[in-house]
């Protein structure tokens, strides 16, 4: 029995994402289709492409993850197909894959054809016309030569680095993302966070230090503090309040971390 997963910006009034659940069904009755969310942003394409990559481990092992978000429909942007070796992607190349292919450099990657007998390239709407129709024969275990040709160079958009200076310890990363609840997402890890082995740190946002939380309900609700959540990112937060709102926060806004005691040699940060 296939799996299918279903990750867009179309949102659930409008009746896209019932035609694409009823196309899925009508080629693979006994399908089950997952919904990991119809809520990204629209157009928001890195919003997307974090969604995706936080689920899609979680299910067994040959689901389809059918991914549309897609600003570029109509145009000449690439429909994709990816194979990790465990998961199946159907996409448009336009970055929203672009976590899981660097998370899987080894992938098969394949430009889907525009026009096939089940499908048609469409000017408005290929998450109905295209990639569900791909989606469903992956699914059906028909040969990819009939489907596309394979291709090194999708598009994969490029994560702010971190910045650490050698002489004094100090890092710096960035707010990348947004979730519902106002949290602003950085790019730093839990892993490079550790690599730095700083006796202590100070959190800076701006002027003021966040204190580093292990819980959400640890803090007050009234002061932002930094944690390590669930994907092990560091972000910024307030108990039950939007920190974005409230400190009105955009992407790219920084956060420096600075060691209270200085390096020593033995202790010095690798890139």
Not at 69 to 79: E, F, K, Q
Not at 222 to 236: Q, R, Y
Request: aromatic share 8%; hydrophobic share 35%; net charge negative.
């Amino acid at each position: 029995m296939s799996i299918f997963t279903l990750t867009t910006d179309f949102g659930t009034q409008d009746g896209y994402v019932g035609a694409i659940k009823g196309y899925l069904l009508s080629q693979h009755p006994q399908a089950t289709i997952i919904d990991i969310s119809h809520d990204i942003e629209p157009h928001n394409i890195h919003q997307g492409a974090e969604c995706i990559a936080r689920a899609y481990h979680q299910y067994p092992s040959a689901s389809i993850h059918i991914v549309v978000v897609d600003p570029g429909v109509g145009s000449t942007r690439l429909a994709l197909a990816v194979n990790t070796g465990k998961h199946w992607f159907v996409s448009p190349d336009n970055g929203v894959l672009s976590e899981i292919l660097k998370s899987h450099p080894n992938s098969q990657i394949y430009e889907l054809h525009s026009e096939t007998p089940w499908w048609r390239k469409n000017t408005s709407f290929d998450g109905l016309f295209l990639f569900a129709p791909a989606a469903a024969q992956i699914a059906r275990g028909q040969s990819m030569d009939l489907l596309g040709t394979p291709i090194r160079d999708p598009v994969i958009y490029d994560t702010p680095e971190i910045e650490i200076d050698q002489t004094t310890g100090e890092l710096t990363c960035q707010v990348t993302s947004f979730d519902r609840f106002g949290n602003a997402i950085t790019n730093l890890s839990l892993a490079i966070y550790n690599t730095c082995k700083l006796e202590e740190t100070k959190i800076y946002l701006r002027s003021e230090i966040l204190p580093l939380r292990r819980f959400y309900g640890e803090q007050c609700t009234s002061t932002p503090f930094a944690i390590f959540n669930s994907d092990n990112k560091l972000e910024v937060s307030l108990n039950q309040k939007s920190v974005r709102r409230i400190l009105h926060l955009n992407l790219g806004d920084s956060l420096l971390l600075k060691p209270i005691k200085p390096l020593d040699d033995a202790k010095q940060i690798s890139s």
